[in-house]
């Protein structure tokens, strides 16, 4: 079982930026996908984006251009940039590992942003 445990999440006011992280306790290159999810009161869990081992980046649409994935393989971790936050925006925002079909979460990080 991976470990995950994000950071970062915070309250910010709309047009604002915050980079959540997410730690692995072990390495991320072994890992067939990373992602971030979000989940909003009263809402089912949804794709933020996906960083695949091999293959393309996946953003969910409501946040292209505004957020991205990135990792760093050496020191096991996963970053969500986010840019020009809107309040929709607002959620618990969990981080993913799939490795041979087995699917590990993180415990969330509140991101709030204000109006």
């Known amino acids: 079982q991976v470990q995950l445990v994000e950071s970062g999440g915070g309250l910010v006011q709309a047009g604002g930026s915050l980079r959540l992280s997410c730690a692995a306790s072990e390495s991320i290159f072994t890992l067939d996908a990373m992602g971030w999810y979000r989940q909003a009161p009263g809402k089912q869990r949804e794709l933020v984006a996906t960083?695949?081992?091999?293959?393309?980046?996946v953003y969910a649409d409501s946040v292209k251009g505004r957020f991205t994935i990135s990792r760093d393989v050496a020191k096991k971790l996963v970053f969500l940039q986010m840019n020009s936050l809107k309040p929709e925006d607002t959620a618990v925002y969990y981080c993913r590992a799939d490795r041979q079909g087995r699917i590990d979460w993180g415990q969330g990080t509140q991101v709030t942003v204000s109006s």
């Open positions: 960083l695949p081992r091999n293959g393309q980046l």
